[in-house]
């Protein structure tokens, strides 16, 4: 009997060991729900408005703490402002996302005018996006914190909490508590100090009341920076900080005007995973062109260099030339603007050799003066009073007689 035990004992052990070296289909997976739950990251924004911070200003000397939030962010100082850089019209385009043609909010009121041409259009409204969070994340806590009374309580009155300072020192305090204290979603801080120090003593690093106010501002912004990071539950939560301006400045001290100077801000995007950045953009935008006043010292042209000074010179036997032209109804215009060509005229109807397009009142005038002294001109025909934007093309063509097509 043990014998024949041990014998079955043995078969078994082969059949195992022939089957353990058998290939077999891997079995379909299983899986079994956790008990744990996974929380995802709750995601919130702070975005600080430095306002009057002139974008190439701060490149010049940048501040440790706003050097700390670029050291791990997207940042640009090339970022501009709506073309209306005055404090009213730049913090509604900030708010609302469109610019001052759309939005036509043009003083404290904070409320759009209605359009001068037709008192019977419907008057526009452009929601800011403490309106879009009101009306579609109610839940959510929303702060403002200034010292601009007429921003907090009327552009972003649909904010939850509305925090009014008396200056910069105590919106920073107000900003720092809500951190500490509060649990903002959506925070927007403004400090309006280094607008001050700017406004008509000059937006630029050297007027040094204008560099101590954002080196001080720098100060508020790493307190509210350490508030943040102290936060409780400050590993679980993913905030995006925006650190921008609402517009430029001239270092006259002026500012408010569509000169790229007045609306050069900068832009920080900062996250504490992201890795540094910097954003140069092509800038377009409007080209300033001023109009012939009847002294040459008076007139001002926007100049490009070419890599060869014989570039865009009419001396082959075609040549094609293609823009877009849009006046701007907001800046008062005279005839002879310079637009756009290659010569040494100071407008359409003085002497130089050379070719271009002027307005001539309400239109588009094309000229050339050859090298033999010989001029012609064209009119475009179309009225540029419009305020559209108005796409001309013409060639040159050079034959044994002078032929413009």
Excluded at 22 to 27: E, L, R
Excluded at 372 to 377: A, F, M, N
Aim: negative net charge; contains cysteine; aromatic residues 12%.
């Amino acid at each position: 009997m043990k014998k024949n035990l041990f014998k079955y004992l043995i078969l078994l052990w082969t059949i195992i060991l022939y089957n353990s070296c058998t290939v077999y289909d891997n079995p379909a997976p299983y899986f079994e729900d956790s008990e744990e739950e996974v929380t995802p990251p709750q995601r919130k924004i702070l975005f600080i408005s430095i306002d009057g911070l002139v974008g190439r200003e701060l490149e010049k000397s940048i501040p440790k703490n706003l050097q700390s939030l670029i050291d791990k962010g997207k940042f640009t100082f090339n970022s501009i402002s709506d073309e209306k850089s005055n404090p009213v019209s730049t913090w509604t385009t900030m708010m609302t996302g469109v610019n001052s043609s759309i939005h036509h909010v043009e003083d404290e009121t904070f409320t759009a005018k209605a359009d001068a041409s037709d008192q019977h259009a419907e008057i526009a409204f452009a929601p800011t996006f403490f309106y879009r969070f009101f009306a579609t994340r109610p839940e959510y806590n929303t702060t403002i914190v200034s010292s601009w009374e007429p921003l907090v309580s009327k552009l972003l009155v649909e904010a939850e909490t509305q925090v009014i300072t008396n200056s910069d020192e105590i919106t920073r305090d107000s900003a720092v508590f809500q951190l500490a204290n509060e649990d903002p979603e959506v925070m927007v801080v403004q400090f309006r100090d280094v607008f001050f120090a700017g406004q008509g003593k000059g937006f630029t690093v050297e007027n040094q009341e204008y560099a101590n106010a954002i080196e001080k501002v720098d100060g508020y912004i790493g307190e509210i920076m350490k508030a943040l990071s102290a936060r409780e539950n400050y590993d679980k939560e993913e905030w995006i900080v925006m650190v921008t301006s609402n517009q430029g400045g001239s270092p006259d001290g002026t500012s408010g005007s569509d000169a790229f100077q007045d609306r050069n801000t900068f832009t920080i995007l900062h996250y504490k995973n992201f890795t540094k950045q910097e954003i140069k953009p092509a800038l377009i935008g409007s080209t300033n062109f001023s109009q012939y006043a009847g002294v040459s010292d008076d007139y001002i042209a926007n100049v490009a260099e070419a890599a060869d000074g014989n570039e865009y010179n009419f001396n082959s036997s075609e040549m094609s030339v293609e823009f877009k032209f849009k006046k701007n109804q907001h800046i008062n215009h005279t005839s002879q603007a310079f637009v756009i060509g290659k010569t040494s005229r100071e407008n359409h109807s003085g002497s130089g050799k050379g070719w271009g397009v002027a307005t001539a009142n309400n239109k588009l005038i094309f000229y050339i003066t050859f090298d033999d002294d010989v001029k012609y001109e064209y009119n475009f025909g179309a009225d540029i009073n419009d305020f559209k934007w108005h796409h001309i093309a013409f060639s040159l063509k050079k034959q044994q007689k002078r032929q413009f097509n």
